[in-house]
């Protein structure tokens, strides 16, 4: 009991220091309200972190689809064979783009292929795949298939060593039955002998209006002095205009 009341001063000493009456137990409905409170602001907060965090992973999966997205376009045909078909077979493996087929008939014929011993018609190369549109080819000549209006010309190399050489563009038309018409003619003649390995080019053009069957070819006054080494040493060739 005397140990009882001993306690009581100490403890009352302590309080008394700060002149203050000692602070009154918070009534229980103030303390409910108060733990409610704090609750409040807890909850709170942990949903405006949830929030803050739902935002950084939705960012997240936005760049990734973003740079997924990026990627599908080339990855995707290795992915699925089906997707290796039509155009993006041809964007993986890049080919030169189709030739377009021209609008009118065209013809340009590059490798002399026959050349007469004397005189006579070139013949040219046609295998393969040479530019010949709505004209047809047959024997050294082109048959023209429409009427019109054309450019012909013809390019030939040639040994300047004999005393004369002659090329000429000549047409058989059906409305002149067995004779030729001269359309462009080329003519070099030699008074004295030029030195061995000489050698020329000819070049002759011209518009001519041609009709149908009209057959237009190159003609030369001696064969064996053309030269027939590389495709772009000759040509011979027409277009509509
Ligand atoms: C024909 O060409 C050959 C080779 O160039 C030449 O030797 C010959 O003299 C030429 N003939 C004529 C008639 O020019």
């Not at 700060?18 to 229980?28: A, D, G, I, V």
Request: glycine content about 8%.
């Amino acid at each position: 009991m005397a140990d009882g009341h001993a306690a009581y001063p100490s403890v009352f000493v302590v309080d008394g220091a700060t002149h203050f009456p000692p602070p009154l137990p918070p009534k229980p409905g103030q303390r409910r309200m108060q733990v409610r409170r704090n609750r409040l602001v807890q909850n709170t907060l942990l949903v405006l972190v949830c929030l803050t965090l739902l935002g950084v992973l939705m960012e997240g999966v936005f760049i990734y689809k973003l740079h997924k997205h990026g990627d599908t376009s080339e990855s995707k045909p290795a992915e699925s064979p089906e997707a290796l078909k039509g155009d993006q077979l041809v964007t993986r493996r890049p080919k030169p783009p189709p030739i377009p087929r021209p609008s009118k008939p065209l013809a340009h014929l590059a490798a002399g292929s026959k050349k007469p011993e004397k005189e006579g018609i070139l013949e040219w190369i046609v295998e393969g795949d040479p530019i010949i549109h709505e004209l047809e080819y047959r024997d050294g000549t082109l048959i023209v298939q429409k009427e019109g209006y054309y450019y012909v010309y013809s390019k030939i190399s040639y040994s300047a060593e004999g005393s004369s050489f002659t090329q000429m563009v000549q047409k058989r038309s059906q409305r002149l039955p067995g004779s030729s018409i001269e359309l462009l003619t080329y003519k070099r003649y030699n008074p004295s002998p030029l030195q061995k390995g000489s050698v020329r080019s000819s070049y002759v053009g011209g518009v001519f209006f041609m009709y149908t069957n009209d057959a237009v070819f190159v003609y030369v006054n001696n064969g064996s002095s053309v030269l027939l080494h590389k495709p772009a040493d000759n040509c011979f060739g027409m277009f509509m205009l």
